[in-house]
């Protein structure tokens, strides 16, 4: 054995890991600079605590080729318009009760968490809520007591967490909000609850087609 | 020093006496994992079990919280164990480091009764502080965050107060700016906020810079401890390694966290820059492989602990595996759009855990259970051919790939149904989860966590004896010329 091939000496690896690292950790310092104007809230992508005023759904952007949050017409939750600040009380509260509860140990949120029960990133707009007259008064009812309302035939029930009212308006808050943050397309071929103005399920063949389409912003 | 295989701490230095501790309580929280997992994975298949009581929410907050624990105790135990000899000086404040073992079980305990008997709180900031932070893996309440982070800078302490008094080794200087860098992130988890997507952005700072950069790095320090402690591989050839390890790691798992920023509101660029960092990440695991084999080779599996390198090869393989080839699987965006959140990524996230880490911390558990007896014969011809730690071994290994094959299944089949099919809206996740490939895959995760247990079980068992009675010296492994 003679000297050691200068590709296995010790002292360019440890300089090599040493750079490799400080130059990554760099480029991920800038990178994360340029991300934070998009998830800032009211930023590229996560839209301010006021969207929740607006009417939010879920479609499939042919420029795009994914899937998009489309926001619409004015549609106060609990029929009440707040402020940015107000807002953002609300959601806050929403996000804190979420966490206390430890909802992500059962399901996902943006698709991290739990897999025991469905993804609530669009929960706000899915279809299992019948129709958008009834879906606030539902949502609530169902997470201050939701043992006996299942949505499968295995038996798999939500148990009651204690939300008080509050609690569960304030949860129906952060989950309207959070179904118009713009995740890139997931989850993808997501058939979103009909928010149409004509009157849902029971509509009247004569519903006028126009309607359909919601007008995108007032 | 006593007879040999009376198994007694006057056999090990300060470090090592402390390091027992660690292992001990490192030991019972892996059952505890064990315990919940079980409890949880029986809760998919009956719903009602335990409902109302022990939900699967608290079941499984035990079970990934137990986990990070044991995991972190193992390795600071394995720090504590090769720190004097590694640096040839005693560990300068031991009795710090001592005090700081009881604070922390302390708290450990605490926070787990918390979780089983209060689980949930108001929605108000107090809950957050005092009951549970709801975040997955780091829900530790703050007042136990800010107990680990000091607890964590008394560790860090040690080590590098150890090594200035002492000497400096590769691995020594290594592993003291990998502690700074683990230690620093967990800070990133310790804030609330609002918003989700901000949330999740600093969220995984700390789990995806934990387990594919720091923690690979710890990982790899202590290996690299064992190799040369087991099998006397020349210790230049060792750090060589060590330094190419970490550039490769941290040179793709640093930029490779974009892979968990496909989904959360981040931009666009993330797909690139996930998918193709996060794409080399099998590289160093590879090389870890090639690393372990050649060694074995070199020294012709001659080695002073044969549990002990039964472990540390698997741990390569398994990293390789886990990590590298479950991991691989899902990475780039194209793919994750349909498994991102499905039992995909349970399946990998269970053997790259236990095929990267738990593997490492049980081949630092036989070295331990090797010097605590006295420094004991460890190689061929153990009483019984040894079967005890080669059906542990068997066993868990069995249970964990059947549980890893299973939920691959599992999601598998929800990406088709639940995604693909359905569009994943509620009922199409239920569509998935009624669906009876998806029952089966539920029922064989759970005959193979059985197994797990039996292994589990046996490994205990096996550590508590090995080495009793034993009246030969450990092999002499000469240093190699390799
Ligand atoms: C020992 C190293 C690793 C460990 C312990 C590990 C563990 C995990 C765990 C537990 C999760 C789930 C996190 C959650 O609960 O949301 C996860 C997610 C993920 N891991 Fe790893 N991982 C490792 C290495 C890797 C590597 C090397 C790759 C890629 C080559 C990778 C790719 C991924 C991806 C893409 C996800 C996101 C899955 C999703 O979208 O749901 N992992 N990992
Ligand atoms: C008897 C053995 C085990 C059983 C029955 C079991 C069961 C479970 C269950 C039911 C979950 C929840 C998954 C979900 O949300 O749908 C889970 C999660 C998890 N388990 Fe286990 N487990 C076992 C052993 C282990 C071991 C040995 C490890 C690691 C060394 C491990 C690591 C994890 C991780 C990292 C998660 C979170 C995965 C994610 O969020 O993607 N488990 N386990
Ligand atoms: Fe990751």
Same mark, same amino acid.
């Given at each position: 054995?003679?000297?050691t091939?200068?590709?296995?000496?010790e002292?360019?690896w440890?300089?090599?890991?040493i750079?490799?690292?400080?130059?990554?950790?760099?480029?991920?310092?800038?990178?994360?600079?340029?991300?934070?104007?998009?998830?800032?809230?009211?930023?590229?992508?996560?839209?301010?605590?006021?969207v929740i005023?607006?009417?939010?759904?879920?479609?499939?952007?042919?420029?795009k080729?994914?899937?998009?949050?489309?926001i619409?017409?004015?549609?106060?939750?609990?029929?009440?318009?707040?402020?940015?600040?107000e807002?953002?009380?609300?959601?806050?509260?929403?996000?804190?009760t979420?966490?206390?509860?430890?909802?992500?140990?059962?399901?996902?949120?943006?698709?991290?968490? +739990?897999?025991? !029960? %469905?993804?609530?990133?669009?929960?706000?707009?899915?279809? *299992?809520?019948? =129709?958008?007259?009834?879906?606030?008064a539902?949502?609530?009812?169902?997470?201050?007591?939701?043992?006996?309302?299942?949505?499968?035939?295995?038996?798999?029930?939500?148990?009651?967490?204690?939300?008080?009212?509050?609690?569960?308006?304030?949860?129906?808050a952060?989950?309207?909000?959070?179904?118009?943050?713009n995740?890139?397309?997931?989850?993808h071929?997501?058939?979103?609850l009909?928010?149409?103005?004509?009157? +849902?399920?029971? !509509? %009247?063949?004569?519903?006028?087609?126009?309607?359909?389409? *919601?007008p995108? =912003?007032? | 020093?006593?007879?040999?295989?009376?198994?007694?701490?006057?056999?090990?230095?300060?470090?090592?006496?402390?390091?027992?501790?660690y292992?001990?309580?490192s030991?019972?929280?892996?059952?505890?994992?064990?315990l919940?997992?079980?409890?949880?994975?029986?809760q998919?298949?009956?719903?009602?079990?335990?409902?109302?009581?022990?939900?699967?929410?608290?079941?499984?907050?035990?079970?990934?919280?137990?986990?990070?624990?044991?995991?972190?105790?193992?390795?600071?135990?394995?720090v504590?164990?090769?720190?004097?000899?590694?640096?040839?000086?005693?560990?300068?404040?031991?009795?710090?480091?001592?005090?700081?073992?009881?604070?922390?079980?302390?708290?450990?305990?605490?926070?787990?009764?918390?979780?089983?008997?209060?689980?949930?709180?108001?929605?108000?900031?107090?809950?957050?502080?005092?009951?549970?932070?709801?975040?997955?893996?780091?829900e530790?309440?703050?007042?136990?965050?800010?107990?680990?982070?000091?607890?964590?800078?008394?560790?860090f302490?040690n080590?590098?107060?150890t090594?200035?008094?002492?000497?400096?080794?590769?691995?020594?200087?290594?592993?003291?700016?990998?502690?700074?860098?683990?230690?620093?992130?967990?800070?990133?988890?310790?804030?609330y906020t609002?918003n989700?997507s901000?949330?999740?952005?600093?969220?995984?700072?700390?789990?995806?810079?934990?387990?594919?950069?720091?923690?690979?790095?710890?990982?790899?320090?202590?290996?690299?401890?064992?190799?040369?402690?087991?099998?006397?591989?020349?210790?230049?050839?060792?750090?060589?390694?060590?330094?190419?390890?970490?550039?490769?790691?941290?040179?793709?798992?640093?930029?490779?966290?974009?892979?968990?920023?496909?989904?959360?509101?981040?931009?666009?660029?993330?797909?690139?820059?996930?998918?193709?960092?996060?794409?080399?990440?099998p590289?160093?695991?590879?090389?870890?492989?090639?690393h372990?084999?050649?060694?074995?080779g070199?020294?012709?599996?001659?080695?002073?602990?044969?549990?002990?390198l039964?472990?540390?090869i698997?741990?390569?393989?398994?990293?390789?595996?886990?990590?590298?080839?479950?991991?691989?699987m899902?990475?780039?965006?194209?793919?994750?759009?349909?498994?991102?959140?499905?039992?995909?990524?349970?399946?990998?996230?269970?053997?790259?855990?236990?095929?990267?880490?738990?593997?490492?911390?049980?081949?630092?558990?036989?070295?331990?259970?090797?010097?605590?007896?006295?420094?004991?014969?460890?190689?061929?011809?153990?009483p019984?051919?040894?079967?005890?730690?080669?059906?542990?071994?068997?066993?868990?290994?069995?249970?964990?790939?059947?549980?890893?094959?299973?939920?691959?299944?599992?999601?598998?089949?929800?990406?088709?149904?639940?995604?693909?099919?359905?569009?994943?809206?509620?009922?199409?996740?239920?569509?998935?989860?009624e669906?009876?490939?998806?029952?089966?895959?539920?029922?064989?995760?759970?005959?193979?966590?059985?197994?797990?247990?039996?292994?589990?079980?046996?490994?205990?068992?096996?550590?508590?004896?090995?080495?009793?009675?034993?009246?030969?010296?450990?092999?002499v492994?000469?240093?190699?010329t390799?």
């Amino acid at each position: 054995m003679s000297q050691t091939a200068w590709w296995a000496s010790e002292s360019l690896w440890r300089k090599s890991a040493i750079w490799v690292t400080g130059v990554s950790f760099i480029l991920l310092i800038y990178l994360t600079f340029d991300t934070l104007p998009y998830i800032k809230a009211g930023g590229i992508n996560v839209p301010g605590f006021s969207v929740i005023n607006k009417r939010i759904d879920y479609q499939y952007n042919e420029v795009k080729h994914r899937y998009l949050p489309v926001i619409g017409q004015d549609e106060p939750l609990f029929g009440k318009m707040l402020t940015e600040v107000e807002a953002e009380a609300l959601v806050s509260k929403g996000k804190l009760t979420t966490q206390a509860k430890n909802c992500m140990a059962c399901h996902t949120l943006l698709g991290n968490g +739990a897999y025991f !029960a %469905p993804d609530l990133t669009k929960s706000w707009i899915d279809p *299992a809520w019948g =129709s958008k007259e009834t879906r606030e008064a539902d949502m609530v009812a169902f997470l201050m007591d939701p043992t006996d309302k299942l949505h499968n035939s295995i038996g798999r029930r939500m148990p009651n967490l204690g939300i008080t009212l509050d609690e569960a308006k304030a949860t129906v808050a952060f989950l309207k909000w959070m179904s118009a943050i713009n995740t890139n397309g997931f989850p993808h071929n997501f058939k979103s609850l009909d928010q149409s103005d004509a009157p +849902a399920a029971a !509509a %009247p063949v004569t519903a006028p087609a126009a309607a359909v389409v *919601a007008p995108v =912003s007032q | 020093m006593t007879a040999l295989g009376i198994f007694s701490s006057a056999n090990l230095n300060g470090g090592q006496k402390l390091a027992m501790k660690y292992f001990a309580v490192s030991l019972a929280l892996f059952g505890a994992q064990i315990l919940f997992g079980l409890l949880a994975g029986l809760q998919f298949l009956m719903p009602d079990f335990l409902f109302g009581v022990v939900d699967f929410s608290v079941n499984r907050t035990l079970h990934v919280n137990a986990l990070v624990i044991w995991l972190l105790y193992g390795f600071m135990g394995g720090v504590y164990f090769i720190l004097e000899d590694e640096a040839k000086h005693p560990i300068v404040g031991l009795g710090l480091g001592n005090l700081i073992f009881w604070v922390l079980t302390s708290a450990v305990v605490i926070v787990i009764l918390v979780y089983l008997l209060v689980q949930v709180g108001p929605g108000e900031m107090s809950s957050i502080w005092l009951i549970n932070e709801g975040r997955e893996y780091i829900e530790a309440p703050r007042w136990a965050d800010i107990g680990i982070t000091i607890s964590m800078l008394v560790f860090f302490f040690n080590v590098f107060a150890t090594f200035s008094k002492g000497r400096y080794t590769g691995i020594g200087g290594v592993l003291v700016l990998d502690l700074l860098a683990l230690a620093g992130l967990y800070v990133f988890g310790m804030f609330y906020t609002p918003n989700i997507s901000m949330d999740q952005f600093w969220w995984w700072w700390v789990i995806h810079l934990w387990v594919e950069a720091t923690w690979e790095v710890l990982v790899g320090c202590i290996m690299a401890y064992m190799l040369i402690d087991t099998m006397g591989v020349r210790r230049k050839i060792v750090e060589t390694w060590l330094y190419i390890e970490v550039a490769l790691m941290f040179g793709s798992g640093i930029l490779g966290l974009g892979h968990h920023y496909f989904w959360i509101g981040t931009p666009e660029y993330w797909f690139t820059i996930g998918g193709f960092f996060s794409a080399l990440e099998p590289i160093p695991l590879v090389a870890m492989v090639v690393h372990a084999i050649f060694d074995a080779g070199v020294h012709k599996m001659k080695n002073k602990n044969h549990p002990a390198l039964g472990w540390t090869i698997a741990q390569a393989a398994g990293n390789f595996f886990g990590a590298g080839v479950f991991g691989f699987m899902h990475t780039l965006p194209q793919i994750n759009l349909y498994t991102h959140g499905t039992q995909w990524t349970a399946s990998h996230g269970h053997l790259a855990f236990f095929g990267a880490y738990s593997t490492a911390v049980i081949g630092f558990f036989y070295l331990a259970a090797q010097k605590a007896r006295g420094n004991v014969w460890m190689s061929g011809n153990l009483p019984g051919n040894g079967w005890k730690w080669k059906w542990a071994m068997a066993l868990l290994w069995i249970g964990m790939i059947g549980m890893t094959m299973a939920l691959l299944i599992a999601g598998y089949e929800q990406s088709q149904i639940e995604r693909a099919i359905e569009g994943s809206t509620w009922m199409g996740y239920f569509a998935a989860q009624e669906h009876p490939w998806f029952i089966q895959a539920m029922v064989w995760r759970q005959l193979s966590g059985y197994g797990f247990l039996l292994g589990y079980i046996l490994l205990v068992w096996d550590l508590l004896t090995i080495g009793k009675g034993e009246t030969r010296p450990a092999q002499v492994v000469e240093t190699g010329t390799h």
